[in-house]
């Protein structure tokens, strides 16, 4: 007899077999001991689940000689016969090679007539959406209403490729993948039972590149054994399946981490002189920070119980530690993604190895421009400092001083206080050229600010600037909400760092109310030659009797000349 392949001989030949699929094999037990069959059932899930194996099982299930019964004797004629595939009455149709509207209505045909060995006709078919549109809608009138002797059996790796109206009339089941530990289990229990020597390691790494599918992890079994005879290791597993040894997934790693690329180019041109797919190392170095993160948050799992028993592994996982991992994963995954597309994967990946292992330099001059500009900062307080420590007090109109009008007086005095654009001799320190330079950038300035933030350009526009110093901008507005806005430190102090980068001074903003201004100026234009000086000049103790007023009141204060 020829040599056979381990999944078919291993295939599940009763539903207590098929491990991992618990939720569908007791759904069906019930039914089958309750007699409560369909006359469709869909299933669907990954390759390599067990769909086309529990079709089977139930085939045998319903047409068994002691059934129909919850599983299948395996010892009767009907069972041995559907196991062999030598049963006419059970039909397994490929999909995807008879999906045509033709090969449907022939078994539209034929599904009228009654089975001619066995208790019910049963109908397999595979990979279902691959059918065309006209083949579903032959389909559909059978299959929601086919003859009491038919059982039809819809198995699909893809069901949003199904037509509504088709799922509907069907039983569905989802198949799982199956888990990690599930699947060494059974390789475990194979090898067991074959008396092949194994390796913990290479049954962990044949399950880890089946990726949760059962036929894979025994096809990978069956190809190993192929190449290294009658023992199973983990080096033919790697050899087989082109996966990198971890000893260079770890060595490469640990160059990015003492961010040494040259180590870690050198090392991948080795690994690709050797055979290695530029895909398939990043592929492997993906799993391989995956399994560090695990073992740093879950290390219980036996998945990663080789990182304990690898001490170096287990170092270099928490030197690295989650953050860094999680990082480094990130940036890989989005390489892997990249790598499909472009002419040079190897350009890609060595690429990425350069980033990766350049972090701390990164760091350093990302911190660079934010520590340039907090200098920056410091110095723009420290002269804002010393102007407030030189500049003198701010006028007050000396009718306020004097009216005799009590808090609605001491009220008006502050208004008109806070609305002095500078204290002291403030119509001596005016400078045109300084009011030539801000007029100068002031359209490019509007401009700068709306990039920055347009709301604090829609508060500027309404003001205009009347009169500069050295180190100061008077701005003058028609509407108190448009200054009070531009008042506010965050909007101010925005506005000043920009014109002090355009200009190169440390420009301070001084909003004032357009009628006060123009008021100040008819003061000092009016007051005699001799006045002109006491109009614009205040004497500090003028703003200790102001102040005096504002906290005590006008009946309280009394002034002494």
Known sequence: MSYRALYRVWRPQRFEDLVGQEHVT???????????????????????TGKTSAAKILAKAVNCEHGPAPEPCNECEACRRITEGAIMDVVEIDAASNRGVDEI???????????????????IIDEVHMLTTEAFNALLKTLEEPPPHVIFILATTEPHKLPPTIISRCQRFSFRRFSFEQIVSRMKFICESMGIPYENGALLAIARAADGGMRDALSLLDQVLAFSGERLDEQAVIQVTGAAPKEIMFRILKDLEQENPASALKRLEEAIA??????????????????????????????????????H??????????????????????????????AHPRILLEMAFVRLSARRKKQELAEVPAVEKLEQRMKQLEAMLERLKNAP???????????????DAGEKSRSQAASVPLGGNWAEQLSDASFAQIKKVWPELLHRVKKEKITVHAWLINGDPVAATRDTVILAFKSKIHREAIEKESNRELIETILSQMTGTAYRLKPVMLADWKAMKAHVKNAPEGEQASALEVPQDEDVVRKAIALFGEDVVKIIK
């Open 274 to 311: 050797s055979g290695m797919e530029p895909e398939k190392l990043i592929q492997d170095l993906i799993h391989t920070c995956r399994d560090m993160l695990l073992y740093l948050t879950a290390p219980d799992l036996d998945e990663i119980s080789y990182f304990a028993a690898d001490p």
């Open 393 to 407: 007090p701010e006028p007050v109109p000396k009718g306020n001083r004097e009216s005799g009008k009590g808090a």
């Open 313 to 342: 592994a287990s170092d270099l996982a928490k030197r690295l530690g989650s953050d860094r991992i999680s990082e480094m994963m990130d940036q890989l995954i989005h390489y892997q993604q990249q790598i499909k597309w472009v």
């Open 26 to 48: 007791k759904t069906l037990m019930n039914a089958l001991r309750e007699q409560h069959l369909s006359h469709a059932y869909l299933f669907h899930g990954p390759r390599g």
């Open 105 to 123: 209505r022939d078994l539209r045909d034929k599904v009228k007539f009654a089975p001619t060995e066995v208790r019910y006709k049963v109908y």
